[in-house]
């Protein structure tokens, strides 16, 4: 009797908490619980606890109210050109009516899917292959505007719609990659040939200002050159004309006779005569006058005796001359007519063809006057 009591209420115990459980749901958050009483539609379950007739109610669907994303796999699409390019889309939509989501079609992810699809290939059937690749954003615009009114009875919004990848077929991407490489070679072209123009522009700029600089750099050595060869001049005629009226003041001062001037003729003559080109020298008629002064004025130094009581000596002059008598001249006599003859014979070591004997030993070419070369 015990046994079967405890077992009635064991029973009783199991049924209070069935119907608990049943009469007491949780919704979660976001989250919306669709009730039906009978197999119709009765309420909707907001979040949280929610008390319903058990047995009587039932909770058949709870919506997700939540903003969802849906990624639909490549679908073949045709371009205007009679182009196959595989598109594949995302879709962010969300759940506005759980009762229209509910009751007004029967799985919305699928017919988001098939309507996406249809609309895609009505949008892009209208673009060539080359506006497709373009005009991602008004594709997106076109298939939420579809969307959105088409989705909006079944209690759904569509949010964004987005193409993740357009791929054309592998022949057109060949093309496609060569004609890129292409346009990318001749930017490329283009932009080194401008860059080389702005470059020879830069140098040429540069070569002309440096040949300008040079130029007038050099045009200012010139001017420095010219004003310091003028200075140059200037200082050497003053430096020359300050020694000339110094060499004059000197003569001046000195009162040169003529046994001096015979003397400078005498020390003149080898120098002149140097040098193996010099064929005929000509003596002018001059330098015997000169030499007859010098001796004469040598005899009559103060010193120096007269006459010598010794033989005759002969000073060979020439062919032409005779000897010259010891009571004649003096010792000094001699010695001027020695320095005389060597003097010619140092400035003349050769007569020339056209040259003729003087009385006085000189060998004198040219006119008969004889135009003194010295001066």
């Not at 400035?347 to 003194?372: K, L, M, V, Y």
């Amino acid at each position: 009797m015990g046994l079967a009591i405890l077992i009635l209420l064991a029973l009783i115990f199991l049924f209070v908490l069935t119907v608990l459980a049943k009469t007491i749901r949780i919704v979660p958050q976001a989250r919306a619980g669709i009730v039906e009483r009978f197999g119709k539609y009765r309420t909707t379950l907001d979040p949280g606890l929610n008390v319903v007739v058990p047995f009587i109610d039932k909770v058949r669907y709870v919506i997700d109210m939540r903003e969802q994303v849906v990624s639909f796999p490549p679908q073949p699409v045709i371009t205007e050109d009679n182009l196959v390019v595989s598109i594949d889309t995302v879709i962010y939509f969300q759940v506005t009516d759980p009762v229209a989501a509910t009751y007004e079609i029967a799985n919305y992810i699928q017919a988001i899917e098939q309507l996406t699809m249809t609309t895609l290939r009505n949008i892009v059937g209208g673009m060539d292959l080359e506006e497709t690749l373009t005009s991602r954003e008004s594709i997106n615009g076109g298939l939420r505007g579809v969307l959105d009114e088409a989705t909006g009875k079944w209690g759904v919004r569509v949010n964004r719609v987005e193409i993740k990848g357009i791929d054309p077929p592998p022949s057109i991407k060949d093309s496609m990659e060569k004609q890129m490489r292409a346009d990318r070679d001749k930017r490329a072209a283009i932009l080194t040939a401008e860059g080389d123009r702005q470059s020879a522009i830069l140098t040429a700029e540069g070569n002309k200002q440096s040949a300008i600089l040079n130029a007038e750099g050099e045009r200012e050595s010139s001017i420095l050159r010219a004003q310091a060869d003028r200075e140059a001049a200037i200082l050497r005629a003053q430096g020359e004309g300050q020694a000339i009226q110094t060499v004059f003041q000197a003569i001046h001062d000195g009162r040169p006779d003529q046994s001096l001037l015979a003397y400078q003729y005498l020390q003149m003559m080898p120098q002149i005569a140097q040098g193996d080109a010099n064929k005929v020298w000509i003596v002018p008629s001059e330098i015997g006058k000169a030499l007859e002064g010098l001796g004469s004025t040598m005899n009559n130094l103060q010193g120096i005796p007269q006459e010598t009581s010794g033989p005759a000596k002969r000073v060979d002059m020439g062919p032409s001359e005779p000897a010259v008598p010891a009571s004649g001249k003096s010792s000094a006599d001699d010695a001027v007519q020695a320095a005389i003859k060597e003097a010619q014979a140092a400035a003349n070591p050769r007569r020339g063809s056209g040259g003729s004997s003087a009385a006085g030993g000189t060998e004198q070419s040219g006119p008969a006057g004889g135009e003194d070369p010295l001066g």
